[in-house]
């Protein structure tokens, strides 16, 4: 596979670029990085968070294991799993099995769901000699609780990791490491924010597959690829359509397949935000690049980090806040909750999320996929009158 | 002066309308359908429109608002897109303003929307299952036969022993069509027996949205099939649906007629939205 060329700068073969990215199931660009430079490792993650920082300050390229996607029939995986669970444990055990994954040194496994978890014990009964972790995140966000452990959580991270390449990884490396995912994040802020102003230029399924870039490329070329991206879209001359701005909330952990993205959009909603991929903004400002490095990533996690239904919330009243927040700070009409079949966390936090909504007379809608999903007609028709609805009865 | 197009692109035609929404006058200009005929649909509605936009004297720099519905969602000139049952229902209160409920019947499918005054959607059912209840079946079928569009309907009407067909599955109800042939049935009592099962199929959705005592008013290119309203109309006298069905010459158009008034609607809105964020 090509590396990224920067004289490439084309919003086509970009989005070009990053779809190629998006089809390999055999992750050959983290294949070929591995194999550039004797002694380099590859840590696997899954959705939601893992602090990519540590991975990367080991010398190690951190590797966004989302499933197997719409183009990966799914035949040993089911053996797994019982049938009322969502499809990401299967594939991605599909993806193990078949030999995809085969190059990875290491896998974390967040604390998503019980679904993840268990995923993180098949993957030690079927690989004893890899190293893998149960990645556990406090719920509790006091510094001396929730703080203290996570700190804690974080240094046996490292210790795991420093095992795999034999080396330790110093405050000095990981500061770096914090200063270039500062970096990356800010890029990723900055999408958002002119696909926010602009979201005819930046569609959302270019937008889509440029952050899935950021599961499979070390954290410079995707900064990189996000700089070209944004300096090509800018030049882009593209129709704005008479779309309705929608937040697209739920789809944090099995991905959507790419033309349920499309599909939205081509029903005449913009897409003002999501949480597809939070891994990539999940620290929602800098983290501090001097000092204890383990200790500011424990801070920011406590005190500025994204929202999701994993993550607990404290105070009642407080639910749903945040997407409230993101619907006035986007200018969003609405809310599409869009979750996969089964996923515990976001149809259980879909309630409370849509009452909060219901509350502030903000319209919403709702509806379930898988990630291979292939019958987009309904999701069309759902959506398509959601922006009839909101464009001839609504306030705007 | 807002002139407004809408472009109805449905599986088996596409609509084009032009339509000058002035101080809530609505005022239809010009319009224009071509049938597809497995040609390209995307350049046959840009043909559509220009010829529409020519009959109206007018310049596409003209047009306020170029407004989509049915399968036109990716038409790379329109300026929105409405889904079909937004359009069918503002587009049938526009030719019959006494309707409650809109029978939409297409190429594809069909769909009972029950609709306010303002042509607001209140509710909906539409065909789940195959074609057999649709236009494109009829159309088939009329092509086996050897007969053309035109004669369906008056031929459904001399029928004296129709013989019923299968409305679950376009396929069986293709077999049943054969069979009759072969057993000698007459066209007019095969086609009244094809549009005896896709009026009995069309009353349960009417019924689904709970429509009562009220106009119904038939829109898509089946409405002009004199066969099938007729088919209806005894349907909903044998299932005492009490409902007062009507068809219009323009019902074809109704979904590039709603489109184009929604078109206008959102033109003017928009409009009034800029001059409001310039003055703050």
Redesign the interface.
Known sequence: MDTWVKDMRKLNDIVDYCQTLYDDLNFTAARDWKAAKPGRHVIGYMPTYVPREIIHAAGMLPLGVLGGGDNLEVIHGDAYYQSYICRIPRSTIELAVTKRLNFVDGMLFPSTCDVIRNLSGIWKLLYPDVYSRYFDVPQNFTSAVGGTYYVQELRELAEGLEGISGTKITDEALNRSIDLYNKNRRLVNDVYNVRQVTPWKALSWEVYLLMRAGMVLPVEEHSQLMTDYLAAVQAEDR?K???CRVIVQGSFCEQPPLNLVKSIE???CYIVDDDYMLVNRWLQDEVPTDGNPMENLADAFLNYSGETACKYVPEREDKGKFLIDAVRERRAEGVIFAAPSFCDPALLDRPMLSGALARENIPHISFKYAENSGQMQPI??QA??F??TI???GE? | MTLAAGIDLGTGAVKAVIFDVTDGKINWVSRHIEKIRQRDPHKLAREALDLAIKDAGAEIGDVG?IATTGEA??L?F??????S??THARGGIYLEPEARAVLDIGALHGRAILVDERG??LGYRMTSQCASGSGQFVENIARYLGITWEEIGPLSLQADDPEKVSSICAVLAETDVINMVSRQISTPNILKGIHMSMAARLVKLLRAVKVTDATVLLTGGMASDIGLVAALNEAMAGQKVDVNSKSHPDSIYAGAIGAAI?GA??HDK?TR?DELALAS
């Not at chain 2, 329109?78 to 889904?83: C, D, K, R």
């Open positions: 129709p359509r008479d779309n081509l029903a005449g069309r028709e398509g009158t922006a009839d464009k001839l009865w705007a | 608002y969602e990716s790379d329109s300026t929105g897109h409405f889904y049952m937004t607001k959607v929604w609607y959102r928009l939205l």
